[in-house]
């Protein structure tokens, strides 16, 4: 079957390709993917699948081998772009001004029609049921993801194990990488007001200065980290705007604050989230003011099942070669395929982009992010394989 896999990935290069350049030339911000949506379920009932529609720009397909009920293992793809403006001058440049595919969701999406291109050949050859995603509004709370599942896309069937892939401009083409276990951050964003009374800086008597508990808020939140987690759970709380807009010699009402909380596990999550208010509040009640403090939820953090992704990295040796598959390193950055994780058996792998004799090395979400298109034939074949052979195991 491998080599089978690995023909069809080569003869459906070309077709990849295409359409990715074609989605990158018309990239859709979040929950906006109207049309390519409509071009994703184009290319599907191409294959004679019968796409649905999910959470209003999601489209979900099945592929089912022999004995469809045996086993169902989803695919999942993410489809939105940024609000950038690209800067790369390529044939598929973005139409659309201002929006660009600077994170690569063009490659997934498009890769993942080139794996059910191939799987659909290969329907007499497996036994289970495939399940395709392509989901929207991955960059956007409450993200694509947290709304597919709220409409069932774990149900009917309902899948054992979910696999994603997303590229990585750090890793060279040709390669890819894995980790068991705690892979990707949950992401909060923190709001915080200090409310105190504000007037003559030189008449401190006179005044309760929010600056101040502020400052000390801003000092006393880091203790969270450093005194309340463990050190082998990964977590970062940074403050990255502060408002106090006063002057030299006026001290205002309130201070404004905000910033982002991020970690590698659910339960400690929580505990930090109250943490963080009370000492936000004690320290501003404690010095005559008040505190509002806001935190919006967003992904969780992203775990790869360990014996899912020790299988999957298995497979991909013998796809890729030992030397072609690396380890990955944690990464503080959110993704809401974490939602998913949070589920059911999830592997989310990284697919090698880079390409330093042709100058692709711009990172995820810059206007000169690109990819190295070989990638995307072992993007499309590597996934295959994996998903085939996970529903075999
Ligand atoms: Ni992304």
Redesign the pocket.
Known sequence: MINEIRNLAKESASQIVSNRRHLHSFPELSFQEYNTAKFVAEELKKLGLSPQTMAETGVVALIEGKNPQSKTVALRA?MDALPILEANEVSYKSQHLGVMHA???DA?TASLLGTAHIINQLKDKFEGTIKLIFQPA??KAPGGASIMIKDGVLQNPAPQSIIGQ??APQIPAGKIGFREGMYMASTDELFITVKGKGGHAAMPETLIDPVLIASHIIIALQQVVSRNFSPKIPAVLSIGKVIANGATNVIPNEVSMEGTFRTMNEEWRAIAHARMKKIAEGIAESMGGSCDFQILRGYPFLVNEPKLTKRLRKAATEFMGQENVIDLDLWMAG?DFAFYSQQIDACFYRLGTRNEARGIISG?HTPTFDIDESALEIGAGLMAWLALHELRS
Do not use: K
């Open positions: 993410d994170c690569g969701h997934h991955e960059e997303h590229v993704e995820v």
